[in-house]
């Protein structure tokens, strides 16, 4: 399980890009192979940033700022109920942003065995 430590420094680094998922299998047959794919979404402005062969899943990011970022780096919406969940959850888990204010790191829980 991993557990997340740290805290939001408020760069405003993860603002600045769009990340989704996409189904694995069905988009590769789609466009041939993982080549043909990152070739396809170069010329659209998105990268194919990973992607996870057990869970069947690729991760694109896009490089579109979002609208409640101000020029110095910050959320005009913060604190307010305005602010979408998913950026009050975010990160849940590791992403590729070197500077974060989180980290991650694998904690082992136990369970006891109640008899
Ligand atoms: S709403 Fe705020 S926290 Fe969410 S992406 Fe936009 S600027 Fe960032
Ligand atoms: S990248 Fe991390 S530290 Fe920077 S604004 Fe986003 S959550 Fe906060």
Redesign the pocket.
């Known amino acids: 399980m991993l557990m997340r430590s740290g805290e ?8 600045e890009t769009v990340n989704m998922t996409v189904v694995r299998d069905v988009t590769l047959r789609q466009h041939g192979n993982l080549e043909e794919l990152t070739r396809y979404l170069e010329y659209r402005g998105i990268r194919v940033i990973g992607e996870d062969v057990a869970t069947n899943q690729l991760y694109y990011s896009i490089d579109i700022p979002c609208r409640q970022l101000t020029g110095d780096q910050q959320c005009r919406v913060h604190n307010t109920p305005e602010k979408p969940l998913l950026c009050l959850k ?2 849940w888990a590791p992403d590729d ?1 070197k ?4 980290t991650f790191k694998e904690q082992t829980v136990l369970i006891e065995e109640v008899s």
Do not use: F, V
């Open positions: 939001c420094h408020h760069c405003g680094e993860c603002c975010y990160p942003i500077n974060c204010g989180y």
